[in-house]
């Protein structure tokens, strides 16, 4: 099945899913639902399903993304602004200030991640077990706070002390922004709408500079020009924590800001994701399938395989620079371009993903961008503070490596279904990332400066092994559309269907497959709809996986 590919659609056509089905409004009693069905069934069948059209369910969307999608912007920038802190504050003296050896730096960048790895379970439950819009409003709040504590540390131990308890609530960020991207867009949408919260790394990367750079002039005989950047990254952190609380519902079932009818819209529009939406209960059979699920060790190891060079390049990214022969100041600025790029590749490639219906190829094809970087840096001469020009563009070029980690996000969410498989197939994600990540900085030394080749040599492997990644990844999803295909067969149904989450809302060619899609729909009940039973994928035969 294409992944996101377009397809034309009237704009009369009525109903809950891209292929815009009715569904009939009824005024009966509530019917009973399973009691291990998704939390959205329940609600569907207390409130009665209802019968809307293209406009009507637009205008819900918008007011989706008007307020949700700022909220989770806003997260995932301030989780990576004070994550990066420490990349930032690298060139104003951190390590003597505060008396710090070459490996005691990279440490600083490591132990962030091996908190996030130890705590990425318990994360996956939290999101499971309790309300969403809380846990992750507390989090932010909880790691704001140790950024900014973090300025009253002046050695090693305090540092990493606080690097830790930092990662520990950071932790919840990225798996929560995935949850809230599959509870509340359809997977058509979910590949840009991950796009942009991702691509929050590359502002942070211009707002970061710039509050660095003018930070960084800031001279004083009682703090150290890192401690001040610290508090004002942390105190803005802990006073987003306190908008979030407030503004983020928990689910679009629990979305007061919502009416009636509108939260109803927004549930029915995601039955055809067949992924479920909220269940609140932690079932261990999902465990078990995650665990045992082929797919999820292959994009394990994707995501552990670009994280290596993402965790090194973002400790050691300012350093890099200075050592082409830059100046404090003028590396600072120059890495402002990084941003731009990253924002760039992210939301690009997202974009072509979504045209051309194919992630692995699109993921291979932006793979090939930071081998030729790495290479250029890796082969260049450095004599003197000469080919500045040249070393700068093969450290843009592997910059762009920043789109690949969201398209891993996106594409392993939108290929898993269950609620309980959903956080945890994102736990597995996160922690391979934090696995990455841990081991990123460590093959950077400062002693290695300024070539670095250890460190860059390991990162144009990594993307070598996630370009040909990209490329056997959906040969083993076709096996299991196949597979699902004879399943469906087996049960008396039809063979081929239509996905109906992948498509867009633009018209369909044909109006007699409207039709039939229609009919098919119309008397399919929330009970018997495997969409909202909160089944597994692998266990759903009626998933269909994208490509």
Not at 341 to 354: D, E, H, K, N
Not at 468 to 495: C, D, T
Request: hydrophobic share 45%; with cysteine; net charge neutral.
């Amino acid at each position: 099945m294409a992944d996101d590919k377009q397809s034309p659609a009237p704009a009369t056509a009525v109903g809950t899913a891209d292929v815009i089905t009715p569904v009939q409004e009824t005024t009966d009693r509530p019917q009973p639902v399973n009691t291990q069905a998704d939390k959205a069934a329940k609600f569907i069948a207390e409130h009665g399903e209802v019968t809307f059209d293209y406009e009507e369910e637009k205008r819900v969307l918008k007011r989706v993304d008007m307020r949700i999608l700022p909220l989770i912007l806003g997260a995932y920038f301030f989780q990576q602004l004070d994550k990066s802190a420490l990349s930032y504050v690298s060139i104003f003296g951190i390590m003597e200030d505060a008396n710090l050896k070459s490996l005691e730096y990279s440490w600083l960048g490591s132990i962030l991640y091996i908190a996030q790895l130890i705590f990425q379970p318990l994360a996956a439950f939290l999101l499971v077990k309790l309300p969403t819009g809380k846990v992750i409003g507390v989090a932010i709040i909880c790691w704001g706070t140790c950024a900014a504590v973090m300025a009253a540390c002046t050695d090693f131990k305090s540092l990493l002390a606080l690097r830790f308890f930092l990662g520990s609530f950071e932790a919840m960020i990225a798996p929560s922004c995935l949850a809230v991207t599959q509870m509340w867009w359809r997977r058509s949408e979910q590949t840009l709408r991950a796009s942009y919260w991702t691509s929050m790394n590359g502002v942070t990367f211009i707002v970061g500079s710039l509050v660095t750079y003018g930070l960084g002039h800031i001279v004083s005989t009682k703090i150290y020009r890192y401690q001040t950047i610290f508090i004002f990254c942390g105190c803005l952190t802990v006073i987003f924590g306190v908008i979030f609380i407030i503004f983020m519902p928990d689910s679009p079932m629990e979305a007061k800001y919502l009416n009636e009818r509108e939260r109803i819209i927004a549930v029915e529009r995601l039955r055809a994701n067949q992924m479920g939406v909220a269940s609140r209960q932690w079932k261990w059979d999902h465990i078990k399938e995650t665990l045992t699920d082929i797919k999820t060790l292959l994009w394990f190891i994707l995501i552990v395989a670009i994280s290596i060079p993402s965790g090194g390049i973002s400790a050691f990214g300012n350093l890099i620079i200075k050592d082409f022969g830059y100046s404090n100041f003028n590396a600072i600025l120059f890495s402002m371009p990084t941003g731009a790029v990253q924002v760039f590749m992210i939301v690009g490639s997202a974009w072509l993903a979504t045209r051309l219906g194919r992630k692995g190829v699109v993921l291979t094809g932006v793979a090939c961008f930071p081998t030729v970087g790495t290479i250029i840096m890796l082969t260049v001469p450095r004599t003197d503070g000469g080919n500045k020009g040249v070393l700068l563009l093969g450290y843009y070029l592997v910059q762009c490596f920043a789109a690949i980690t969201p398209m891993i996000f996106a594409w392993s969410a939108q290929n898993t279904g269950g609620d309980t498989k959903k956080k945890t197939s994102s736990a597995v994600m996160f922690m391979g990332m934090c696995t990455g990540n841990i081991i990123g900085p460590l093959l950077y030394n400062t002693k290695d400066a300024p070539m670095y080749r250890p460190g860059l040599i390991a990162n144009l492997i990594m993307f070598v092994l996630v370009g040909a990644l990209g490329l056997l990844i959906p040969m083993y999803l076709l096996l299991l559309n196949n597979k699902h295909s004879k399943r469906r067969v087996e049960l008396g149904k039809q063979a081929v269907i239509i996905d109906e989450s992948m498509m867009k809302r633009t018209g369909m060619e044909d109006s007699k497959t409207i039709e039939l899609e229609q009919n098919e729909h119309a008397q399919r009940s929330v009970e018997d709809d495997n969409g909202l039973n909160d089944l597994p994928d692998l266990q759903n035969e009626d998933f269909i996986y994208v490509y």
